[in-house]
T-cell receptor, first 112, second 114 residues
Framework: QKEVEQDPGPLSVPEGAIVSLNCTYS??????FMWYRQYSRKGPELLMY????GNKEDGRFTAQVDKSSKYISLFIRDSQPSDSATYLC????????????FGSGTRLQVQP | EPEVTQTPSHQVTQMGQEVILRCVPI?????FYWYRQILGQKVEFLVS????????KSEIFDDQFSVERPDGSNFTLKIRSTKLEDSAMYFC????????????FGQGTRLTVV
């Protein structure tokens, strides 16, 4: 079983739709959770960072973590064509280890 | 807005040659990282660096790899004898001490080994 699994997509939605992106993980030692956006041939750009179960909102983005189910989600409201990118979940363990373990990424296409 | 900068953006090298990839992390950050992404695959951790020493490394980071912070601003990754399978995007990242997992990534160096 892979440590981090992410729905690969691609996901195609119309402009204005609500998008749900998800990852599951198997290692309960993961404590910190991040979502990155990556445009083609560019570096990952940090969108959201959280370490507790529950929801965290930032503008049109909401990150949700359920540690009991080992499941994290990113919701994008009022999606825009500029949101078209690959979304990567990433997670790390406690402060003793800083390496990020990434999911394989979900490619999102928002159609105008 | 502060950013991590990497040079060169693209490097082509012959198999067996040494390459040095360069990074300037965000100035007040204390932790530095290298990751790589082979085309179509996941971003993979290589190494983390703090206080002038390696704090963690992955199985990928074998003896042909080394990292250095030669001065107060640069952070380099050296690959001693490149192999075809080293072809990938290499990303440098940095993070502050107290927000230890909010890592900010550079734009990457695309390494092509021929």
């Amino acid at each position: 079983q892979k440590e981090v699994e992410q729905d690969p997509g691609p996901l195609s939605v119309p402009e204005g739709a609500i998008v749900s992106l998800n990852c599951t993980y198997s290692n309960s030692a993961f404590q910190y959770f991040m979502w990155y956006r990556q445009y083609s041939r560019k570096g990952p750009e940090l969108l959201m960072y959280t370490y507790s179960s529950g929801n965290k909102e930032d503008g049109r983005f909401t990150a949700q973590v359920d540690k009991s189910s080992k499941y994290i989600s990113l919701f994008i409201r009022d999606s825009q064509p500029s949101d078209s990118a690959t979304y990567l979940c990433a997670m790390s363990m406690d402060t003793g280890r800083r390496a990020l373990t990434f999911g394989s990424g979900t490619r999102l296409q928002v159609q105008p | 807005e502060p950013e991590v900068t990497q040079t060169p953006s693209h490097q082509v090298t012959q198999m067996g040659q040494e390459v040095i990839l360069r990074c300037v992390p965000i100035s007040n950050h204390l932790y530095f990282y290298w990751y790589r992404q082979i085309l179509g695959q996941k971003v993979e951790f290589l190494v983390s660096f703090y206080n002038n020493e390696i704090s963690e490394k992955s199985e990928i980071f074998d003896d042909q790899f080394s990292v250095e912070r030669p001065d107060g601003s640069n952070f380099t990754l050296k690959i001693r004898s490149t192999k075809l399978e080293d072809s990938a995007m290499y990303f440098c990242a940095s993070s502050e001490f107290r927000h230890n997992t909010e890592a900010f990534f550079g734009q990457g160096t695309r390494l092509t080994v021929v």
